[in-house]
Nanobody
Framework: QVQLVESGGGLVQPGGFLRLSCAAS????????MGWYHQAPGKERELVAT???????NYADSVKGRFTISRDNAKNTVYLQMNSLKPEDTAVYYC???????????????WGQGTQVTVSS
């Protein structure tokens, strides 16, 4: 099983920035696609951005040009740089990863515990 631990959330004013990190750990595994999702109160969890093991990225229309997803494969860590934050970005942000158990040859998927991002003046 792979565990994901997020960090970097907090309170920021509109127009400000935050950088989220998510580190994967566990038994012998290889991380494949990684991504960030967010969930606002009373709403469904939604995709924010994803990145493949090769570095291909995909973004929700609402964050294009403001957010950047990146990863460090040597550290099994994914980042989300969030600039020009808006009040509507307020949500719990969750990290997600697909992974291959190299011993068992089986695929799995894990979620982080979530980190709160609040954009308010």
């Amino acid at each position: 099983q792979v565990q994901l631990v997020e960090s970097g959330g907090g309170l920021v004013q509109p127009g400000g920035f935050l950088r989220l990190s998510c580190a994967a750990s566990g038994s012998i595994f290889r991380i494949d696609d990684m991504g960030w999702y967010h969930q606002a109160p009373g709403k469904e969890r939604e995709l924010v951005a994803t990145i493949s093991s090769g570095g291909s990225t995909n973004y929700a229309d609402s964050v294009k040009g403001r957010f950047t997803i990146s990863r460090d494969n040597a550290k099994n860590t994914v980042y989300l740089q969030m600039n020009s934050l808006k009040p509507e970005d307020t949500a719990v942000y969750y990290c997600n990863a697909d992974w291959l158990n190299l011993e068992a040859g089986t695929w799995g998927n894990s979620w982080g515990q979530g980190t709160q991002v609040t954009v308010s003046s």
